[in-house]
């Protein structure tokens, strides 16, 4: 079975209770091999609101990644997330990120996640967690992904997983 990785990230509320229930309902979920530190993290793009906290999940998984981003958004849902603002604040973000060496670019969900290798404040994580990872499409290992990206935001670490 594929090893499916998954960004978790929260600015709104109880950062660390959002990201708990989340990991909760991954556990109920799946077989999850392993989870990253929690890090705090400077927004992207809309700057105007609260940093976030962020992690990797790495979770083994056959379902199909359709049906995965479904029962990721009725989480989302569940934690009272809010679609009003693109990028803005959320209660809680889960992002498909990598679906074994799975790429799909041509319907929903797009994997390997479309911004996945822009984004420090999810290959910070995903490099801790699985810094020799080939990223499918890229070449590129998750730590040379990391030593390559040009978004400069702030990442810190902010607890153990």
């Known amino acids: 079975m594929p090893l499916v990785y998954w960004s978790l990230g929260s600015n709104l ?10 990991r909760m309902a991954f556990d109920a979920r799946f077989e999850r ?7 705090e993290t400077e927004p992207v793009e809309v700057t105007d609101q609260p940093w976030f906290l962020n992690q990797v999940s790495e979770v083994v998984s056959d ?9 990721a ?11 009003e603002v693109p990028k803005g604040p959320r209660t809680l973000d889960l992002d498909l990120l990598l679906y074994g060496d799975f790429i799909q670019k041509d319907k929903d969900p797009l994997i390997p996640h479309p911004r996945l290798a822009k984004r420090r404040h999810v290959l910070v994580p995903l490099a801790e967690l699985a810094p020799g990872l080939m990223i499918p499409g890229l070449d590129l290992t ?9 978004d400069h935001t ?8």
């Open 13 to 22: 509320g109880d950062r660390d209770g959002h990201l708990a229930a989340a």
């Open 33 to 39: 091999a392993r989870i990253s530190s929690v890090y």
């Open 63 to 71: 379902e199909n990644p359709k049906i995965l981003l479904e029962w």
């Open 73 to 83: 958004q009725s989480l989302e849902a569940a934690r009272h997330r809010q679609r």
């Open 142 to 150: 998750a730590s040379q992904a990391l030593s390559r990206v040009e």
């Open 154 to 161: 702030q990442v810190r670490f902010h607890a153990e997983p």
